[in-house]
């Protein structure tokens, strides 16, 4: 059985080196995406502050996100590709770091008390798989180091997951 470690850092680019190490053995051994989907939410979520919400939107064949494993209030299902922060990600193919949602145009309130969000997709082989969604009640909860360990922790997962 995995046991989580609380993480004792002030320095956030040690504390995501250090959530990459849980996380990937965490994943050791295991391949199915939804499962490591769910274990890699339910880390995030217990380890990173200041979060409301943490979770996964996959791609479906129809140009639409749908909801995937979560830690969190209840989410919005689906997400046109394109719309909000999470479509706007999947999209652009890059990483969206939003002080604040409510300046967001287009911003997809799926729960009211967020105010900041991070999203990042997850690429395979140039593809887009789906999107890593995190969220905060807090504005300018994120910054560069979040999204870069983030970026990170994201590919981790992808390389321990096998999407078919």
């Avoid at 380890?47 to 639409?64: C, H, Q």
């Avoid at 689906?78 to 652009?92: D, E, F, H, S, Y």
Wanted: aromatic fraction near 10%; hydrophobic fraction near 45%.
């Amino acid at each position: 059985m995995f046991a989580t470690k609380t993480i004792e850092t002030g320095d956030k680019p040690e504390f995501y080196r250090e959530l990459a190490s849980q996380l990937g053995g965490l994943l050791h051994d295991e391949r199915d995406f939804i499962a490591n989907a769910a274990n890699f939410s339910a880390l995030v979520f217990d380890l990173v502050p200041d979060l409301n919400w943490a979770g996964f939107y996959f791609l479906r064949p129809n140009d639409e996100l749908v909801l995937g494993p979560f830690q969190g209030k209840v989410a919005c299902v689906r997400i046109p590709v394109g719309k909000g922060v999470c479509g706007a990600a999947a999209t652009q193919r890059q990483t969206m770091l939003v002080p604040d949602v409510h300046a967001f145009p287009g911003h997809i309130a799926c729960d009211a008390a967020s105010r900041s969000e991070l999203v990042v997709p997850l690429l395979k082989d140039g593809r887009v798989l789906g999107v890593l969604d995190l969220d905060s009640p807090s504005p300018n909860r994120f910054d560069a180091e979040d999204q870069a360990g983030l970026e990170v922790l994201a590919a981790i997962y992808v390389a321990a997951s096998d999407f078919s």
